[in-house]
C-alpha cells in the first residue's frame, strides 16, 4: 500500500516539474517611475529555434504597429519600439530567444523612460498576447518567413516642426545610429511655418523655420545644444502649391522618411504633399 501511495504522488508531481510556467507566471516588473520601470515576461514553446522566434516576432510586433528596430535571427535578438504617440516618447523592447533540449524559450523586456507609467496589468496583457502568438515546428517556420517580410502598420507620426526638431536633435546625442533604424519608413504629418523653399535637380524641397536653441524665448532642460533641420522633397504634382508658399507661413505636409544626416544635423522626408 505504501509503495503504490508513492508512486501516486510520484506521479502527480511530476507534470509540476516538467510543465513550463505561463506567460503570465514569468511576467514580473522592477523599477520606478523616477528611474524607470521594467516589465519581463517569457515563454517557452517545444521544437522552436531562436531564428523561427524572431522572426515570428518580427511579424506579430508589426503588425501591432511597434517599430522594429533591429533583428537578427540567426544571433536570437530584436530590438522594437512601443511608438511614439503625441508627446508620450517612445520607449525600446528588447527580445531575446534561447533553445535548450529542442525547447526555445523567448523573454521580452521593456524599459521605459524614467516619469513614464504603464499599468501593470495592461503591460501583461500586452506582452503575454504577443508572446503566447509564437509557433513550434514547420508552423512556426512559416509565420517567420512571413514576419521577416513583415511592415509595420504603425499609423504617422503627427508633431509640430519644432518639437520633431528638437527629439531628432537629443537622439542624435544620445545615439545618432539609432536614427536611421527608428524612423525608416516612417510617415511623417508636420506642421510648421515655411523655412526655405528651393528647387534641386527638378525637386522642389520645402524646408521648415526652426530657431536655433539661442534663438528659442524657452529652451527645456536638457536640450541640445543645436538644431536639426526638416527638409520635404515635395512629391510630383505638388509644384503649383509649393509656387505658392513663402517663408513664415504655416503649412501641414505629409510625408515619408528619406535620409538623416547626424553631420549637417538635417532630416530629409520624401513624397512630401499638402495635408491642409
Avoid: W
Wanted: proline share 5%; hydrophobic share 40%.
Amino acid at each position: 500500500m505504501r509503495s503504490c501511495l508513492l508512486m501516486v504522488g510520484a506521479a502527480l508531481f511530476l507534470p509540476s516539474v516538467v510543465q513550463a510556467a505561463t506567460c503570465e507566471e514569468t511576467f514580473a516588473k522592477s523599477g520606478s517611475i523616477l528611474s524607470g520601470m521594467r516589465f519581463t515576461a517569457s515563454i517557452t514553446v517545444p521544437d522552436l529555434t531562436p531564428a523561427s522566434a524572431i522572426g515570428q516576432m518580427r511579424g506579430i510586433v508589426a503588425g501591432k504597429g511597434y517599430d522594429v528596430i533591429v533583428a537578427e535571427p540567426e544571433d536570437g535578438s530584436m530590438l522594437i519600439e512601443q511608438p511614439q504617440t503625441g508627446k508620450a516618447r517612445a520607449f525600446p523592447i528588447t527580445i531575446t530567444a534561447t533553445t535548450t533540449g529542442g525547447r526555445g524559450t523567448v523573454q521580452m523586456e521593456a524599459k521605459l523612460r524614467g516619469g513614464q507609467t504603464v499599468p501593470s496589468e495592461a503591460a501583461k496583457t500586452e506582452m503575454c498576447e504577443m508572446l503566447g502568438g509564437l509557433k513550434g515546428g514547420k508552423a512556426g517556420l512559416a509565420a517567420a518567413s512571413a514576419g521577416m517580410k513583415a511592415v509595420s502598420t504603425a499609423p504617422a507620426l503627427e508633431m509640430d516642426a519644432l518639437s520633431l526638431s528638437q527629439q531628432i536633435s537629443k537622439d542624435t546625442e544620445r545615439n545618432a545610429a539609432a536614427i536611421p533604424l527608428r524612423y525608416q519608413n516612417k510617415s511623417f504629418l508636420i506642421k510648421g511655418m515655411v523655412g526655405q523653399i528651393a528647387k534641386d535637380r527638378g525637386d522642389y524641397i520645402v524646408t521648415y523655420k526652426i530657431p536655433h536653441p539661442y534663438e528659442q524665448a524657452i529652451r527645456l532642460p536638457g536640450q541640445a545644444a543645436f538644431k536639426t533641420d526638416i527638409a520635404c522633397v515635395m512629391a510630383k504634382g505638388q509644384a503649383a502649391f509649393t509656387l505658392q508658399l513663402k517663408p513664415g507661413k504655416s503649412i501641414k505636409l505629409s510625408g515619408v522618411y528619406d535620409n538623416f544626416s547626424p553631420t549637417e544635423h538635417i532630416l530629409l522626408l520624401k513624397d512630401c504633399r499638402s495635408a491642409g
